[in-house]
Antibody, heavy 117, light 109 residues
Framework: EVQLVQSGSEVKQPGESLKISCQGS????????IGWVRQMPGRGLEWMGM????????RYSPSFRGQVIISVDKSISTAYLQWSSLKASDTAMYYC??????????WGLGTKVTVSP | SYVLTQPPSVSVAPGQTATITCGGN??????VHWYQQKPGQAPVLVVS???DRPSGVPERFSGSTSGNTATLTITSVDAGDEADYYC????????????FGAGSKLTVL
């Protein structure tokens, strides 16, 4: 069974850095895209970007390019989403997903990030 | 970039059929995926590639596309189907790549 296990909730202050994680299991990690979706409070789904571990190809939404970095550690089948300087507007739930046949078929349970002074 | 238009809300009585639409320019030529998100939960893929149902999704869920509209149909609706539903396509023509509709909240009366 394919599973994605995300790291726990975070509470940060503006300007701080953060790296959240998503560990995959039950599939060959290097053979599927893995990515991130943001959901701000009371709002819809926004695709942030994704990474193909097999060849390190990374794709970003123009809305998030330059704002976050998506990376992976193949040795532990884990993807990361990181910020260098958080803003209050980064407060949201972040979901990781894997992709098969162009659809996001498996999702993590989400990581809640709160940025507040 | 490509825009997907969904009704903000859809209401249906238990046992009836719910239809949730997703409008987009020539969406009938696209591959449309549908996700269900119940309150406080992660999204779940319920229809992929316009009409395919992933393993474990009830046959009550079906998808179709024609012209400028994609449709998710849920028959014999029950309270457990109350959720937000999102359509999604790929936009290879621009950098945006992945486009979600704004979502439709299905209320079971």
């Amino acid at each position: 069974e394919v599973q994605l296990v995300q790291s726990g909730s975070e509470v940060k202050q503006p300007g701080e850095s953060l790296k959240i994680s998503c560990q995959g299991s039950g599939y060959i990690f290097t053979r599927q895209w893995i990515g991130w979706v943001r959901q701000m409070p009371g709002r819809g789904l926004e695709w942030m970007g994704m990474f193909y571990p097999g060849d390190s190809d990374a794709r970003y939404s123009p809305s998030f390019r330059g704002q976050v970095i998506i990376s992976v550690d193949k040795s532990i089948s884990t993807a990361y989403l990181q910020w260098s300087s958080l803003k209050a507007s980064d407060t949201a739930m972040y979901y990781c997903f894997t992709m098969e046949n162009d659809a996001f078929d498996v999702w993590g349970l989400g990581t809640k990030v709160t940025v507040s002074p | 970039s490509y825009v997907l238009t969904q009704p903000p809300s859809v209401s249906v009585a238990p046992g009836q059929t719910a239809t949730i639409t997703c409008g987009g320019n020539n969406i009938g030529t696209e591959s449309v995926h549908w996700y269900q998100q119940k309150p406080g939960q992660a999204p779940v893929l319920v229809v992929s590639d316009n009409t395919d149902r992933p393993s474990g999704v009830p046959e009550r869920f079906s998808g179709s596309t024609s012209g400028n509209t994609a449709t998710l149909t849920i028959t014999s609706v029950d309270a457990g189907d109350e959720a937000d539903y999102y359509c999604q396509v790929w936009d290879d023509a621009t950098d945006h790549l992945v486009i979600f509709g704004a979502g439709s909240k299905l209320t079971v009366l």
